[in-house]
């Protein structure tokens, strides 16, 4: 003789099937509406990049010795910290290898603030430099030989507005 077990669900009605099933749907979305969400976190940074002019240096012959292209000034602060900072960045070429190179100088205005670069291979070199501080304009200044005693040009670039 075989035991056997009968298991009975019990059985909803319509009305009662359509309620528990409404009830179901309804927490689901309440659920939905509320479960928490990553919030993305705001370091507070803020940046905006200027382009300057390409510069090139010649001796009184017209010889080029000292060039520049690909120039930015990426201006930054930190809305949270109010700290502020700019990150020059250009490429610099020492055109005629003569022993004499290309130097460049980066130079925040209100801080004094400066960065030096040389390059002597005949090969543009990317240069990059950050200057701390709150600024209101860079300047850029690219000449040649030692101490940038030989000829020398210049840009400003202006902080735009709000840094």
Not at 84 to 104: E, R
Request: glycine share 8%; proline share 2%; hydrophobic share 35%.
């Amino acid at each position: 003789m075989s035991a056997s077990s009968s298991v009975s669900s019990p059985r909803l009605s319509r009305p009662r099937l359509a309620a528990v099933s409404g009830l179901a749907l309804t927490v689901s979305l309440v659920g939905a509406a509320v479960a928490p969400t990553t919030a993305s976190a705001d370091t507070g940074d803020r940046t905006r990049t200027v382009n300057c002019a390409s510069l090139y240096v010649s001796d009184s012959g017209g010889t080029v010795h000292a060039r520049t292209r690909n120039c930015t000034v990426t201006w930054g602060k930190n809305i949270h910290d109010n700290v502020y900072w700019q990150t020059v960045k250009f490429q610099l070429l020492d055109d005629d290898t003569d022993g004499v190179c290309a130097k460049a100088n980066a130079i925040a205005s209100d801080s004094g603030k400066s960065a030096s670069f040389s390059e002597c291979d005949g090969v543009w070199t990317t240069k990059t430099a950050t200057l701390n501080g709150r600024s209101s304009n860079i300047f850029i200044r690219v000449a040649y030989g030692s101490h940038s005693q030989h000829g020398k040009i210049s840009t400003n670039i202006e902080a735009p507005s709000g840094f």
